[in-house]
């Protein structure tokens, strides 16, 4: 953590913020603007990958952490991540909102030396890394990072919850790994209001464009993850599947599928929780988990 501001009043400050303006504020317009993006940049939490103390794993722990085949496409997701959206980033004219989406795209950065240190800490080996080139279309590209962590930040918080629940993650590297579990958490908060006033923002004749753009990147991504799924990227080569995938499989035996996405729902509201009520929550993915609900028995 930060060497010269107190770790539990940094994280409280990131869980934690209301906006200094007062009451109603209009959906797309400046003001709802500089409210999300004063909310990013004001909840930074300052932590430093370099010193974090990476707690001993006695041996059946370490086993369990050390075969998850997660770890190659969890670091590699985050370098695309932090590519993609400091691409994006470069084109915004708005001087706040870009400073924002910087510090969203350095908070990718660092989230991929998090486990870097943490591959290392536990001796996991990684395939070599992929190049990881700036984006042809930064826009889309930001979109596709941006619904994707809505997707999998949704799932992983409930799969880390249970995982902490049942004790297949020891609660000394569940704590020291939380950090990067809220900064997604904002992260999405974030991207859930950029969508709405970056959409209203939009004069007539381009929301067609937007919406257009928006369907190409769901049809995408659910594309990938049902190649996910069946263990198979686009080319048609093996590929580990995400953590959520992996991790849920580990729990299977100990959680049920509907305990599991009302512990994603709850654990969901409560990450939001602390945060101003005026800005956006994400709302399709938890949607379509409610709606799931319905057809899964008690």
Partial sequence: MSETINPLEADHAMRNWTYRSTGKIPIGSDLHKRMFCEMLLTTHNPYKPAVIDWPKLE???LKRVTSLPIWDIAVQTEGRASIRVATYAGIVEDAQLREAIRMNGGEEARH???LSKLVEAYGIELAPEPPYPAPADPLRAWMLTGYSECIDS???FGLFEAARQSGYFPEALVETFEPVIQEEARHILFFANWVAWY???LPWYRKPWFLAKTASVWFSLIRDRISLARGFDKSGAAQDANFPA????SLSGSVSARALIEMCLVENDRRMGGYDARLLRPTTVPRLARFALRFIKK
Wanted: proline share 6%; charged share 25%.
């Fill in 154 to 156: 949704f799932f992983a």
């Fill in 199 to 201: 959409r209203r923002s």
């Fill in 246 to 249: 992996n991790v849920g499989d």
């Fill in 59 to 61: 041996p059946a722990a």
């Fill in 112 to 114: 991929k030396l998090v």
